[in-house]
């Protein structure tokens, strides 16, 4: 008996290992394949929360390298600026995605003059280690209690107050120009589709020189 109980107790000592090491690779399997078909085109839809076209672009109250700050001028190009609301970088494929494409077309969007700038309900510690591990240069903003996505507009309703899950936003992009107004909107209802970095831009390019 003792003898099947030292051999049970390495058996799961080996698959407890084994899950260790292949976690990462399994969990990135998953993500990718989870996320293959996300990206779309263009918003095609009728979903349209945040500030309304023509508004001025609210203050915030967010955390970046450990400054509260209310103001996302710091951040903004010549033309204007793109602001993108993510529900997390710690847990949402979806989200992970979409920052490292942007990231990828940052260069393009810094070319055209046009400032990016994330903002999560992570904590700072939380987004520290989505930026290292994917080498994010893109802004990334941890929101106070709630309050900017708030003040936003765009707080995700299906979870209320004392819920594990509230403070989530509706992910989606929200493009200002120089003035601090608000010139384009990209919402998707569905949160696990986004619009390509490439399209975003473009969108962003058209939004902003039509003012």
Not at 87 to 97: A, G, N, V
Not at 115 to 124: A, E, F, Q, R
Not at 155 to 170: A, F, L, R
Not at 197 to 210: F, K, N, P, R, Y
């Given at each position: 008996?003792?003898?099947?109980l030292?051999?049970?107790?390495?058996?799961?000592?080996?698959?407890?290992?084994?899950?260790?090491?292949?976690?990462?690779?399994?969990?990135?399997?998953?993500?990718?394949?989870?996320?293959?078909?996300?990206?779309?085109?263009?918003?095609?839809?009728?979903?349209?929360?945040g500030?309304?076209?023509?508004?001025?672009?609210?203050?915030?109250?967010?955390?970046?390298?450990?400054?509260?700050?209310?103001?996302?001028s710091?951040f903004?190009?010549?033309?204007?600026?793109?602001?993108?609301a993510?529900?997390?970088?710690?847990?949402?494929?979806?989200?992970?995605?979409?920052?490292?494409q942007?990231?990828?077309?940052?260069?393009?969007?810094?070319?055209?003059?046009?400032?990016?700038?994330?903002?999560?309900?992570?904590?700072?510690?939380?987004?520290?280690?989505?930026?290292?591990?994917?080498?994010?240069?893109?802004p990334?903003?941890?929101?106070?209690?709630?309050?900017?996505?708030?003040?936003?507009?765009?707080?995700?309703?299906?979870?209320?107050?004392?819920?594990?899950?509230?403070?989530?936003?509706?992910?989606?992009?929200?493009?200002?120009?120089?003035?601090?107004?608000?010139?384009?909107?990209?919402?998707?209802?569905g949160?696990?589709?986004?619009?390509?970095?490439?399209?975003?831009?473009?969108?962003?390019?058209?939004?902003?020189?039509?003012?």
């Open positions: 008996m003792k003898k099947i030292i051999i049970s107790l390495a058996c799961l000592s080996i698959a407890a290992l084994a899950l260790y090491i292949f976690q990462a690779p399994a969990k990135e399997a998953l993500y990718a394949k989870i996320t293959a078909d996300m990206f779309v085109a263009a918003d095609d839809d009728n979903f349209d929360p500030p309304a076209l023509g508004s001025s672009f609210p203050a915030v109250r967010a955390l970046y390298k450990d400054k509260e700050l209310s103001q996302i710091q903004a190009g010549d033309k204007g600026t793109v602001l993108v993510s529900r997390s970088m710690e847990w949402c494929p979806f989200c992970m995605k979409q920052m490292i942007l990231q990828e077309h940052k260069a393009a969007f810094d070319k055209a003059g046009i400032g990016l700038v994330g903002i999560t309900y992570d904590s700072p510690k939380l987004q520290q280690v989505f930026i290292d591990q994917f080498e994010i240069s893109i990334l903003l941890s929101d106070i209690d709630v309050t900017t996505f708030k003040t936003l507009g765009i707080v995700n309703q299906e979870y209320p107050p004392g819920d594990e899950s509230y403070g989530i936003p509706y992910p989606g992009m929200i493009i200002i120009d120089p003035n601090g107004i608000v010139v384009g909107k990209l919402f998707l209802e949160y696990a589709t986004r619009v390509d970095s490439q399209a975003a831009l473009e969108i962003a390019i058209h939004a902003l020189a039509d003012e």
